[in-house]
């Protein structure tokens, strides 16, 4: 009984001196107040900022948003009638409330996730023990990701709140700032990447490389209309940077071409199949409804069945027909039937489920070859096609247009682009009809690659001075009014998405999306909505 | 039964002397024909007495003819028989009505109920035996006031259980769950109701503030039955029934469908979706026939055996539920054993020991609303015209155009168990060196294995969408170890006689500990199920494991103290130290107080005693503290994944979780005052209660502005203000008996008011549920908050004059037939200001009623419960209204939706494009009226006492749920969800009606 009184005053005194029994710590997990102590840690988490430039193996994130901004432009329908368009539909029919954006909210919040692990990163790099040399190569990097997040915002929102510190939960009083200042906060961090990464070896393996850069600086001076500077940076690429255009167009998007000769940045894929490293992008817009009994083979293992969303119009296809455009026409748009541009003798010809596919065409750029097909046990998410961010061609085409502006030699460069695929140079065109043979240049060039949205808001209408959308949008948009007289046989007859695509277009509102309604009320109004939402 | 232990020592103490005239003997028994032991049996008048042995026999001697003998036992009413010519006496002893002497568990103690100063309720086991369930939570509804108890269908779903409401807003809400003694987290799965002898409901802070850092949403303290000195005695208990699925919603025929679609797409300026419908007649696919049972089995039993001698008691019991799933496949079954061993080896020092193996295997699907979501058109399977005969058997269905994948197909494919193997020992030292003083050691071992295997075959139902190319195996093994050690000292004493006092001091310290491994593997050769093991994976294997340790140190004391059975008082204090706090504040303090005045004991009194049976006042406060937060909460985590360069692999990292680096602990303190009474003996009694809750800095996983860039979509772990809740308990049971026939009622009531006190920030509104719910300060919590649907447009002329002032169209999209939202602002716009609170989630007060009638062998007793005045979200409506979806419709839905003016003025016409945005503006469209009044449970039984060799044989018939009064449109209106997310109803799975057989045998 003694024993037991005993015990019981040991075990209270053994439990007040070792404290260090409510000790336990967290295993197996880093925390960020101790990471960054190593090149490897910083490396890592730059990788992954990279790799958040377009998440290609997440269909949603920024996938989806990047297709439906295509599906808002002359070049793209929804495509897929068979299903619910819901998440493409607010925007591609210029019916989007800020309650109702579809897939367009999370490029929003994704972009701003961005921002805050770079400022992050940024902040902590610059204290990390490593040598200046890794500092600036990883903190250049960094900085390259935060302008191109910003670059999109100000794109699709206008102007958003810009912020270079990382917050806490008492800085969270921003309010928008001006697109111009947008612009000033990207263009300072592309400087600053390129200068970082001036000396850092340009390897061409997707890691971010000072021309990447100065290729985004001159696409963000071109959209600012700073022609001086978009010719400075677009001709400085031209000329001093490692790129020369692929011979072969269809070389571009090439399972078997990752990081070509014309490619300054590519989002990476990869098709090991341990991991889900894929693109998302050739399943999301892959053709719905392949069967094998239309492949030779008759072999399933053929069959890469897509989602069949964002399918090219006929009004692109005319684009190219009226160039005589074929290389770019077949490297774009295959039509029902057709051979697979390059993969002729293994998909001689491509059908599809044309009760599912507004316009009887698919994009050839998302396209996966039949021999690529058949190396995977796993097809979806370990689809190995690179998405190029920017290629050399694109450095052309604003050199062109930036020299328009400028009064120097626009044709040349446009000239050497339709070179590349066979067709004859232009000659003694001037004024608006070369200014919008550029536009048409940058479109049979540049379709399928994220910029034809921001092409037709900022592309001032030669006659009108209006951005260019206007004139194709519209009840009386050229867009509009071309499917409502087409005679085209596959959209005319496939009525599930309608004809009238585009003919909401509201010019008060629609240059920019609204910013998601979420924002404003977290933000408790501070975030202001956009003009008319 | 601890009183009867006592009882009988006292007995035995008082042995009598005889003088030996007259000799009586006999046998003590109770309604039920078990013999009690330990009764006292006095002459009255005398000082001769004596007591009942284990079987219940007794002797005694009487001086004369003319005595009477007084039988008395705790807890029963006492009888007096005169002796005439008799010499052999049997009496059967009535259970007293009188709950006044009860023993109440409080924590670390147990008190005679007329001493508990704070808010406790206590249900006995066998009352929430009446009811067949897996989680005994479900049987606890409508039994206490106070207590709400959201039931979760389901096998092995786990009830949401409120008491007072909500006192925490983002973390669990679920109470502490201690099993004779030993805090056991917030999951009562494990326990068979068979094994419960009570149940006692910790309400207030003052009751529960001894559990501290835990407590903050109250604690359940549950004693498991032990043996009882006296003869072996067997118990066996047998229910067994179907649980009853009915489609909750008539979906449209193939034919109704196809009409149904066409509309919509019609109406939008389409053709018809799926041309000539009369060609689907009687070509529907009955997806609910084809795989959901409407009656699935549920079976619970259990076998106990008890006995003892004084030194020794026992109660073993060996229990069995298993209730298997609607799909056919899987289910949940649990085996439990408890083997209580209690010793008493000396008068001082006393001793048990408790092991209870336990066995749970568990696993079905969940898809049970893509039955009914589906599209009827689509067959089972694909038409053999696109079979080859060389696809698996997973690849032989067909694909739905509605993006439902083939329900029938996702349950043949599963095969996702989980095995669980836990082993509880607990045991305790008592040692009392002298009177009034009990020092006791306690201490028990949780060990558990939980082993889950899943396969997932390969198959290709559709290659774009409904496809695996690639078979997968997977295997999660997680170990626990979780000890406790409590030790306490409890010292009794009164003083000058009427002061009574007593001090309870004591510590304890306890460990979590938690190992986990998982293991990953694709391509196995074959799908066959020999073959479902990661050693036949051949490619792409992955394993990732886990290895997480808690603990907590705590001293706590208690101090209670009465004068002369009229005042009471009562303090704890309880000190935690948690690994779970942070670095600066390791330590808390939980402190409590309660008084009482128990009125009726008070001299001016004695008047109204034939009337008055109790009557106390009660008043209590307590602060307790709420430490079940996510380690995220004080850490900022680095998360990693993978990237491509030059080709390869790379690693990748991120910040996965963000520390709010100003957090504090969430306290709540509240305070009640409590009334307790009883009249005419207790035929009539009850209590009353009002309570106030505070929570202060209330944690919150907030979302912020999403430019933040806070992972997971902005969110950070903050404290966001204070929240109150108040309101009333009533608790009224009248019992009556008129010969033969007795009945009683039992009525709860219960009110809760929720109120932001405050918010981190002035004018600061916090949403939730994407920005379908709204926090503001001076109004609930997490209320309803949207737009409001004004009826729809009838015609043309109510949509040309639904404008601003200047004639422009406030929704310029809309049709007739289409929702008016209001314009609630009246700005002449219709925008995001026009968003408005458009409901509550919260009750405004929750009833439940119990009966209970007995006549002879017979005995009835019938359970009611309802929440009344909360509103809810029909969230399925978007589904089954919208023809913007592929999905199935209810049947009639294009003549149920407006098709004309004056048809509907509720459902807006179908449309493909809804353009109006009827479905995806969030708006008063979706809200319905939650109130519900549900029987819980009927049940008849009839009893024969020492028939065929047996001592008591029960047979029963019961119904669970059976009956539902409710204006609720969706599944069922027992809705749970988090606070700011409450009240969201879906296709939560429903609270089946049951339908039971009982058996009860005891020999």
């Not at chain 2, 606890?140 to 006031?145: A, C, D, I, N, R």
């Not at chain 2, 029987?935 to 008849?940: A, I, R």
Request: hydrophobic letters at 35%; aromatic letters at 12%.
């Amino acid at each position: 009984m003694k024993k037991i009184i005993v015990s019981i005053i040991t075990f209270s005194l053994l439990a007040v001196s070792c404290s260090d029994f409510i000790e336990k710590e967290e295993r197996g997990t880093q925390t960020l107040e101790n990471y960054f102590q190593t090149v490897q840690e910083c490396e890592n988490y730059t990788n992954e900022l990279t790799h958040r430039l377009l998440l290609p193996n997440d269909w949603w994130t920024l996938i989806a948003p990047r297709v439906t901004n295509e599906m808002s432009t002359d070049d793209a329908w929804m495509g897929n009638t068979g299903q619910d368009s819901g998440a493409h539909r607010p925007c591609s029919q210029y019916l989007i409330t800020p309650d109702n954006m579809g897939d367009m909210n999370s490029i929003y919040t994704a972009h701003y996730y961005t921002i805050q692990s770079a400022n992050i990163g940024l902040e902590k790099m610059a204290l990390s023990p490593i040598t200046d040399a890794q500092k600036d190569q990883y903190m250049g990097e960094s900085l390259f990701v935060r302008a191109y997040c910003y670059y999109e915002l100000v794109n699709l929102f206008g102007g958003v709140p810009v912020y270079t510190k990382s917050l806490g939960t008492g800085d969270l009083t921003l309010e928008r700032n001006t697109a111009e200042e947008v612009y000033a906060q990207v263009e300072s961090d592309l400087k600053e990447a390129a200068a970082k990464l001036e000396n850092a070896p340009v390897a061409k393996d997707g890691r971010i490389n000072k021309w990447a850069a100065y290729a985004l600086l001159a696409r963000v001076s071109l959209f600012q209309e700073k022609w001086a500077e978009a010719k400075l940076y677009s001709n400085k690429v031209i000329t001093e940077g490692p790129f020369a255009l692929e011979s072969d167009f269809l070389k571009i998007w090439d399972v078997n071409n990752h990081n070509g000769i014309e490619s300054i940045l590519e989002a990476q894929s990869s098709s090991v199949q341990d991991k889900s490293l894929g693109s998302a992008l050739p399943t999301l817009s892959g053709a719905r409804g392949e069967d094998k009994k239309n492949f030779p083979s008759n072999d399933a293992g053929d069959v890469l069945d897509g989602w069949g969303w964002c399918m090219p119009t006929s009004d692109l296809e005319n684009a190219y027909l009226s160039e005589n455009d074929e290389i770019r026409r077949r490297s774009t748009i295959t039509k029902w039937g057709e051979a697979a541009y390059g993969d002729e003798v293994l998909n001689p010809t491509h059908k599809f489920s044309l009760n599912d596919n507004k316009s009887g065409r698919i994009c050839r750029k998302y396209y996966i070859p039949i021999a690529t097909r058949r190396s995977l046990d796993k097809k979806d998410g370990h689809l190995p096609l690179n998405i190029p961010l920017i290629r050399l061609a694109e450095m052309y085409l604003t050199r062109a247009e930036a020299n328009y502006h400028l009064g120097g030699d626009a044709l040349s460069d446009i000239n050497v682009i339709r070179a590349r695929v066979k067709l004859d140079p232009k000659t003694g065109i001037s004024g608006p009809t070369l200014l919008r043979q550029i536009y048409k240049e940058r479109r049979l060039e540049l379709a399928f690659e994220g910029l034809r949205l921001y092409d037709i808001r900022r592309e001032k209408d030669p006659t009108t001075g209006r951005p260019v959308i206007e004139s194709l949008m519209g009840p009386n948009g050229t867009f509009v009014q071309y499917n409502l007289n087409s005679t085209d046989p596959y959209e005319t007859t496939n009525l599930r998405e309608p004809q009238d695509k585009g003919i909401n277009f509201d010019a008060s509102k629609h240059l920019l999306w609204p910013i998601p309604q979420l924002e404003i009320d977290l933000s408790n109004g501070l975030i202001k909505q956009n003009p008319n939402y | 039964m601890k009183f009867k232990y006592i009882g009988f020592f006292i007995a035995l103490m008082c042995t009598a002397v005889s003088f030996g005239q007259i000799k009586i003997k006999g046998t003590v028994k109770d309604k039920a024909n078990v013999p009690i032991p330990g009764v006292n049996v006095i002459v009255k008048g005398t000082s001769t007495s004596g007591a009942t042995d284990f079987d219940g026999n007794y002797t005694i001697s009487v001086p004369n003819k003319n005595a009477q003998i007084e039988f008395s036992f705790v807890g029963f009413t006492s009888q007096v028989v005169p002796v005439g010519d008799k010499t052999e006496i049997s009496v059967v002893m009535q259970e007293s009505s009188q709950a006044l002497d009860e023993i109440v568990v409080v924590g670390y103690a147990a008190v005679k109920k007329s001493d508990v100063t704070s808010s406790i309720s206590s249900v006995k086991g066998k009352e929430l035996q009446t009811m067949t369930v897996g989680n005994v939570t479900e049987s606890l509804q409508g039994k206490v006031s106070g207590v709400q108890v959201v039931g979760a269908g389901g096998p092995g779903a786990q009830p949401r259980v409120l008491i007072r409401g909500i006192s925490t807003i983002n973390l669990s809400t679920d109470p502490l769950y201690v099993v004779d003694g030993i805090p056991m987290g917030t999951s009562i799965n494990f326990l068979s109701n068979n094994e419960i002898e009570s149940m006692e409901v910790l309400k207030d802070a003052s009751a529960s503030a001894i559990y501290g850092s835990r407590a903050s949403n109250g604690v359940i303290l549950i004693t498991t039955k032990k043996g009882k000195v006296g003869k072996t005695r067997f118990n066996f208990d047998l229910s067994s029934g179907m649980q009853i699925m009915n489609n909750p919603y008539n979906m449209a025929d193939a034919e109704g469908y196809a009409t149904i679609m066409n509309t919509a797409y019609n109406n939008s300026g389409y053709s018809d979706y799926l041309p000539n419908p009369s060609q689907y007649k009687g070509k529907t696919t009955d997806w609910w026939r084809a795989g959901i049972r409407t009656g699935t089995p549920v079976t619970n039993a259990s076998l106990g055996v008890t006995g003892g001698s004084d030194k020794h008691t026992y109660a073993v019991s060996l229990n069995y539920y298993d209730s298997e799933s609607m799909y056919g496949i899987g289910g949940w079954e649990r085996v439990t054993m408890r083997i209580a061993n209690d010793f008493k080896f000396s008068d001082k020092f006393s001793a048990g020991i408790t092991l209870n193996p336990r066995y749970e295997t568990y696993g079905s699907p969940s898809n049970w609303a893509d039955f009914d979501k589906i599209d009827p058109i689509t067959p089972i399977y694909k038409p053999a015209d696109q079979l080859t005969g060389l696809e698996n058997e997973y690849s032989i269905y067909a694909r739905s155009p509605s993006y439902v994948w083939n329900p029938v197909a996702a349950v043949k494919r599963y095969d996702d168990y989980t095995d669980q193997y836990n082993l509880n020992t607990n045991g305790y030292l008592q040692y009392t060196p002298i009177k009034g003083l009990v020092i006791r050691s306690q201490a028990s071992i949780e060990v558990g294995d939980i082993v889950r295997d899943k396969f997932s075959p390969d198959f290709v139902i559709d290659a774009a969408h409904e496809k695996a190319e690639i078979n997968s195996v997977e295997k999660w093994n997680t170990t626990d170890v979780n000890w406790t050690w409590q030790n306490t000292a409890t010292y009794n004493r009164t003083f000058a006689e009427k002061h009574n006092a007593s001090l309870m001091i004591g510590n304890t310290m306890e460990e979590y500990n938690q190992s986990t491994l998982w293991g990953y593997g694709e391509g196995v050769p074959n799908n066959s199920d020999s073959m479902r093991e990661l050693n036949a994976a051949t490619k792409n294997r992955n394993s990732s494991g886990t290895k997480t340790s808690s603990s907590l140190m705590s001293y706590i004391s208690r101090f209670s103290y009465n004068y002369d059975e009229k005042y009471y008082f009562t303090g704890t204090f309880r000190r935690d130290g948690s690994s779970k706090f942070m670095e600066n504040n390791k330590w808390a303090n939980f402190p409590s107080a309660s008084v009482s005045w128990r009125v009726l004991n008070e001299g001016f009194m004695e008047s109204t005693k034939d009337l008055l049976s109790d009557l106390r006042f009660r008043a209590g406060w307590g602060r307790v503290g709420n430490q079940n937060l996510p380690s995220a909460v004080y850490q900022s985590n680095i998360g990693q994944g993978f990237y491509i360069i030059n080709g390869e692999v790379v690693d990748t990292s991120y910040p996965s979780t963000m520390a709010n680096k100003d957090i504090k602990w969430e306290t709540v303190e509240d305070l009640s005052f409590g009334l307790d009474f009883g009249l005419w003996k207790n035929k009539l009694s009850g209590s009353l209660e009002y309570y106030e809750k505070k929570t202060k800095d209330m944690l919150f996983l907030k979302q912020f502005p999403t430019y933040s860039g806070f992972p997971g979509y902005s969110t950070m772990w903050t404290n966001v203000g204070s929240m109150k809740s108040n309101g009333i308990d009533l608790l009224i049971s009248y019992k009556d008996k008129r010969g033969d026939f007795s009945w009683g009622a039992d009525v709860t009531f219960t009110t809760v008011n929720v109120k932001m006190l405050s918010l981190s920030a002035d004018g600061e509104k916090l949403y939730g549920s994407s920005n379908r719910t709204l926090t503001v300060e001076g109004d609930e919590p997490g209320y309803f908050y949207g737009y409001v649907a004004d009826g729809l447009f009838q015609n043309q002329t109510e949509l040309n004059s639904h404008t601003d002032e200047h004639g422009t169209k406030l929704q310029p999209y809309a049709q007739v037939g289409d929702i008016r939202f209001k314009d609630v602002n009246g700005d002449g716009k219709l925008d995001d200001k026009d968003r408005t609170k458009i409901g509550s989630p919260w009750a405004d007060y929750n009833v439940g009623l119990n009966l209970n009638f007995a006549y002879k062998g017979f005995d009835l007793v019938a359970n009611f419960y309802s929440s009344i005045g909360n509103d809810l979200i029909n969230q399925n409506i978007s589904d089954l209204y919208n023809g913007a979806s592929l999905t199935n419709k209810v049947s009639g839905l294009d003549q149920m939706a407006w098709h004309g003016e004056g048809t509907s003025n509720y459902i807006p016409r179908l449309s493909k494009d809804d353009n109006n945005e009827n479905f995806t503006k969030f708006s008063s469209f979706y809200v319905e009226d939650g109130s519900y009044v549900r029987m819980k449970n009927l049940q008849v039984g009839y009893s024969f006492y020492n028939k065929f060799g047996l001592d008591k044989l029960r047979l029963s018939l019961s119904g669970q749920n059976l009956w539902t009064w409710t204006n609720y449109t969706g599944v069922d209106p027992e809705v749970g969800g988090g606070v700011l997310g409450s009240g969201f109803g879906g296709w939560n799975y429903p609270v089946q009606p049951t339908i039971l057989m009982g058996l009860n045998v005891a020999f």
